[in-house]
Structures are given as C-alpha cells and as structure tokens.
C-alpha cells in the first residue's frame, strides 16, 4: 500500500510538472482603457509584451497612463490565475492543497 502511495505521488509530481510546463507556454491578451493598453501574461503569471497606443502617450496624462496600465496589469494577472488555477486544480482536486 505505502509502495502504491509513493507510486502515485510521483505520477502526480510529473503531471504538476507537465501542467507548469504546460501554463508557462501559454498566453492570455487582456486589453484596457477602451482598447489604448494591452498585456499579454503567460500562465506563470509573467508578463510577455505591454502594448500602450501611441494616442494615450500623446495624451500627456501621465496619471492616466498609470491608472491605465496598473488597471491592464491586474486584470491580465488575475486572468493568469485563474487559468493556473484551472489547470492545477484539476490535478490537486480533493487533496486540500493551498494556493490550489
């Protein structure tokens, strides 16, 4: 039985692995401010490319920029967890693991 235990922990290790491996290569776009800030995050919740139009920096509102980009930023992280939290939470369902 301890042997069977050992066995599956190991296979659940390399399916956390794959699945971590998995959510590093995928990316989510999440745009804001009407479309003048967009963030492209991966699944390990770090940020791939920020695009800012060329229309917001002339804008001259410095302030505004950074509401903007601060709101992008936390919407593309909380979509970035939740799909780590989707893609996790299927292999830890049940065991009671935290973060998961």
């Known amino acids: 039985m301890k042997n069977n235990m050992m066995k599956q922990m190991m296979q659940m290790q390399q399916q956390m692995k794959t699945a971590q491996e998995e959510l590093a290569a995928q990316t989510i776009k999440v745009s804001s401010g009407g479309g003048a800030v967009e963030i492209e995050i991966s699944g390990a919740q770090r940020i791939q490319n920020v695009m800012v139009s ?8 410095t302030e505004m920029v ?3 980009l601060v709101a992008a930023i936390n919407e ?7 799909m780590a939290a989707d893609k996790l939470g299927a292999l830890t369902g049940g065991l009671g693991l935290p973060g998961f």
């Not at 060329?54 to 509102?61: C, F, N, Y």
């Not at 593309?76 to 939740?82: G, L, N, R, T």
């Open 54 to 61: 060329a229309e917001l920096l002339e804008s001259g509102d």
């Open 76 to 82: 593309a992280i909380e979509k970035s967890q939740e």
């Open 66 to 68: 950074g509401d903007i």
